[in-house]
C-alpha cells in the first residue's frame, strides 16, 4: 500500500513562509488540497511529473509554487506571503493514473492521500 508522508507544518504569523513536503512513490501527477475547519476540502496546487505542467488555485496563485526533488522523490508546496485564510490541514495526493501528464485541479483523479499536516496562521 503506497503511502504519502507529509511533513513541514506549523504556527506563522501572517505574511511569513512555510515549505510542505511530501514523499511520494513513483513517478505520478501529484496534487496538494487543504481542509478548513467546517469547510470541504479544496485544491490548491499540482504538478504533473512527467511534464512538469502546473496547475493553481486562483486564492494561492503567486503566493504558493509546487515543485519537485526528483533526487529525493519529494514535491514540496513552497507557500508565501501566508493568510490567516491559508488555515487549515494540507494534503498530499498522488493521480490514479501512472501516465497522466498533466495537473489535474480534480480531486476524485487521486487515489493516495496522505495524512495531512497542519499549518496554522495568526493574524
Known amino acids: 500500500q503506497v503511502q504519502l508522508v507529509e511533513s513541514g507544518g506549523g504556527l506563522v504569523q501572517a505574511g511569513e513562509s512555510l515549505r510542505l513536503s511530501c514523499a511520494a512513490s513513483?513517478?505520478?501527477?501529484m496534487g496538494w488540497f487543504r481542509q478548513a475547519p467546517a469547510k470541504e476540502r479544496e485544491f490548491v496546487a499540482a504538478l504533473g511529473w512527467t511534464t512538469g505542467s502546473t496547475n493553481y488555485a486562483d486564492s494561492v496563485k503567486g503566493r504558493f509554487t509546487i515543485g519537485r526533488d526528483n533526487a529525493k522523490n519529494t514535491i514540496y508546496l513552497r507557500m508565501n506571503s501566508l493568510k490567516p485564510e491559508d488555515t487549515a490541514v494540507y494534503y498530499c495526493a498522488r493521480h490514479r493514473n501512472p501516465f497522466y501528464p498533466g495537473a489535474s485541479p480534480v480531486e476524485r483523479d487521486y487515489d493516495r492521500w496522505g495524512q495531512g499536516t497542519q499549518v496554522t496562521v495568526s493574524s
Open positions: 513513483g513517478r505520478y501527477a
